[in-house]
Every structure is written in structure tokens, then in C-alpha cells.
């Protein structure tokens, strides 16, 4: 059974010096998300935040850039310890918004299918049972056994998406929609997505296209400045939204 807890997490990060526009970093600017104790400035990206997820919920992620959005998935998936609160994870995790992790240039494209999946948490045995399905997904033919610097953008897009999505997780997180490719791959590309998330137990995706989350999510978190100004079903918090940010809907 596949479930995120998130119990009063908050995540700062420290200020140290001065800010970009030359203000100490003990001094707050009204409306920012600068908080300052006994002297030390930090950024919260998201405060006090509570979340219970389980097998079957597909969650949209909403809200302006810089609201928190992509710092939560990063929380999620064990990237970002919280600064406050507690973070439990039940279940496998593809973490789809740092597909290439781990990819380098100078290695082939065969080496690099298991660099990629050694840096997303899978096991060497695990990788090479899939390394050929995933060189066929890629379409590299003998490319596959050349550096990675030799591939144009388009071979190396491939083989990232290949090997992000070889792996059916039981929690899958995401920061938009992802593609890849030629409008060939590209149609590829969409069925291996759709078998994704239909597979996963739960989903996260973080996106400003609001008819994407209506046709895949059952519910919706809405962050502005780090902290939830709504949480509920799609039509009920995209209500809520366009209202208040219309210049958010897309």
C-alpha cells in the first residue's frame, strides 16, 4: 500500500550575507516569505503543511512560481529533509521531474542506462534486466554503444525519458507533464505516460495547465507563498483560484 504522510512540515532555507538587492538578511520585507529568529533570515518555501495520501489519489499541485510547488515534490521524494515535521513515505518512487540525473557525456549511451537508474534508487540487477528494453524504447540503434556527446539533444531527450520511465513506480511524482521526441516518439511518449500513471498508486503532479489536472487528478493543493490556501476536489479549488488568480488558469 502505497502512502505520503507529511505531518506540520515546514522548509526554510538559510539567508546568508545579503539578498540580491542588497538588503541584510535580518531584516523582513512585509508580504515576503523572510522569516527572521534572533538574528539568522530564512526563506520559507512552504509552512505547517499537512498532507495524507493514499492508493488512489491523483494530486494536483496549483499555485503562482516560487509558491512552494516544486520544493514539496522534492520533500516527497527525499530530496529536501523539512526543516520542521515529520515526512513518511510507503512505496517505490519515480521521481520524474530530475529525469538525466546522473547522465554523463562522456560515457555511452549503454553506461549511462545504468548511471541513470543507479542515481534514481534502482539496483544494478534491476537495471540491467531492462537496459535493452530501454535502448529499443530510445531508438538509439548503434548510437547506443557511442558517448552520450556524440547524440544530438533530441537522442539524448530519448534516452532520458527511456530510462525515467522504465520503472513502474507505486508513487509517481511529477513536475509537468513530460515528453520527448519527434511527434513519432512523442506518440510513444504519451502511451508510456498513460501506463505510468494509470499503474502508480498515487500522483503527484505539479503543472499550470488546470484542464491536465482536471482530466487526471481527484484532488487539488493550492499553494501561494508556502502555505495552502486551498485543498480539495478539482472543480471546487480551480473555482477557488480562477477567482482570486485568474491570470493562473490555463
Known sequence: MARILLENVTVAYPLLGRTPGGTPANTRKPGSNVVTQKGRSSVVAFSDLSLDLRDGDRLGLVGRNGSGKSTLLRVMAGVYEPSLGRVSVSGNIASLFNVGIGMQREATGRRNIELMGLAAGRSLREIRAKADEIADFAELGPFIDLPVRTYSSGMAMRLKFACGTAFTPEILLMDEWLGAGDTE??????????????????????????????????????????????????????????????????
Open 185 to 250: 516518439f512523442r506518440r510513444k511518449a504519451r502511451e508510456r505516460m498513460r501506463e505510468l500513471v494509470d499503474q502508480a498508486g498515487i500522483l503527484v503532479l505539479a503543472t499550470h495547465n488546470h484542464k491536465l489536472i482536471q482530466s487526471e487528478c481527484n484532488k487539488v493543493l493550492w499553494l501561494n507563498r508556502g502555505r495552502v490556501r486551498a485543498l480539495g476536489p478539482p472543480e471546487e479549488v480551480l473555482a477557488k483560484l480562477e477567482r482570486r488568480e485568474p491570470k493562473l488558469i490555463d
